[in-house]
């Protein structure tokens, strides 16, 4: 059993910058991919970004790519999600995901956060 608990949203301006960070608690952080989705009011859950167990290895949403940076210290069972030159669109709430066998779709994720709101103001 892995409990994801999410921090660091907040209302920023466009072009400005937040860094999201997802605790996870057990031991077992390092064996689980670890994602990052939104969800906008009335909008599907869309997927962001994933990053490896390692951390070796990391995949984007193109919405997100060269904006959006994915990380995670395996010392600390702490993923991020740095999000750069945000844009208005970015508003949604955030949720941090873990899976075993997980890609882009939130179905192949296990365990999920509560979320954090994101607010990018024009």
């Known amino acids: 059993q892995v409990q994801l608990v999410e921090s660091g949203g907040g209302l920023v301006q466009a072009g400005g910058s937040l860094r999201l960070s997802c605790a996870a608690s057990?031991?077992?952080?390092?064996?689980?991919?670890m994602g990052w989705f939104r969800q906008a009011p009335g909008k599907e859950r869309e997927f962001v970004a994933s990053i490896s167990r390692s951390g070796s290895f990391t995949y984007y949403a193109d919405s997100v790519k060269g904006r959006f940076t994915i990380s995670r210290d395996n010392a600390k069972n702490t993923a991020y999600l740095q999000m750069n030159s945000l844009k208005p669109e970015d508003t949604a709430v955030y949720h941090c995901?873990?899976?075993?066998?997980?890609?882009?779709?939130?179905?192949?994720?296990?365990?999920w956060g509560q979320g954090t709101q994101v607010t990018v103001s024009s």
């Open positions: 057990g031991r077992t952080f390092g064996s689980y991919r």
């Open positions: 995901a873990a899976g075993v066998v997980a890609g882009t779709r939130p179905s192949e994720y296990d365990y």
